[in-house]
Antibody, heavy 116, light 109 residues
Framework: EVQLVQSGAEVKKPGESLKISCKGS????????IAWVRQMPGKGLEWMGI????????RYSPSFQGQVTISADKSISTAYLQWSSLKASDTAMYYC?????????WGQGTLVTVSS | SYVLTQPPSVSVAPGQTARITCGGN??????VHWYQQKPGQAPVLVVY???GRPSGIPERFSGSNSGNTATLTISRVEAGDEADYYC????????????FGGGTKLTVL
């Protein structure tokens, strides 16, 4: 059974760094793209970027380029989304999803709250 | 970048047919996917590649795509279909291929 399990909720202060994770199981992790999707409170889905764990080829949406870093460690079947300096506006639910022409498998989401 | 336009809301009575549109320039020339999201839950793929239906999705869900409009059709709507629906495409002409529509809230009256 394909599963994507994300790390738990985080509460951070502005300016702090953060790295959240998405662990895949039930399939060959390195051969499917992993996408990250943001959902701000009460808002729609936003595509952040995508990574191919096999060679770490990464594409970012212009809105998120330079704001976050997407990475992956295929040896432990895990993708990551990280911030070097969080802002209050980063408060959102973040989802990872497996891309194989569409996003058929999603993680449960990681809620990130940034507040002073 | 590519823009997808959805109506903010659609309302339908139980047992009727709901149609949710997704507009985009020449969207008919690309594959469109649709996701359902209920409150507090992760999105679920309900239609892929314009009209494909993933395993476990009822036949009541169907899709079409032509010209500048893609459409998600939900037949014999049930109360449990009330949710937000998002269209999504892969913009192969761009270096950032993922694009979502703004989402449509389906209300079952």
């Amino acid at each position: 059974e394909v599963q994507l399990v994300q790390s738990g909720a985080e509460v951070k202060k502005p300016g702090e760094s953060l790295k959240i994770s998405c662990k895949g199981s039930g399939y060959t992790f390195s051969t499917f793209w992993i996408a990250w999707v943001r959902q701000m409170p009460g808002k729609g889905l936003e595509w952040m970027g995508i990574i191919y764990p096999g060679d770490s080829d990464t594409r970012y949406s212009p809105s998120f380029q330079g704001q976050v870093t997407i990475s992956a460690d295929k040896s432990i079947s895990t993708a990551y989304l990280q911030w070097s300096s969080l802002k209050a506006s980063d408060t959102a639910m973040y989802y990872c999803a497996r891309w194989d022409a569409a996003m058929g498998y999603w993680g449960q989401g990681t809620l990130v709250t940034v507040s002073s | 970048s590519y823009v997808l336009t959805q109506p903010p809301s659609v309302s339908v009575a139980p047992g009727q047919t709901a149609r949710i549109t997704c507009g985009g320039n020449s969207i008919g020339s690309t594959n469109v996917h649709w996701y359902q999201q209920k409150p507090g839950q992760a999105p679920v793929l309900v239609v892929y590649d314009d009209s494909g239906r993933p395993s476990g999705i009822p036949e009541r869900f169907s899709g079409s795509n032509s010209g500048n409009t893609a459409t998600l059709t939900i037949s014999r709507v049930e109360a449990g279909d009330e949710a937000d629906y998002y269209c999504q495409v892969w913009d192969s002409s761009s270096n950032h291929p993922g694009v979502f529509g703004g989402g449509t809230k389906l209300t079952v009256l």
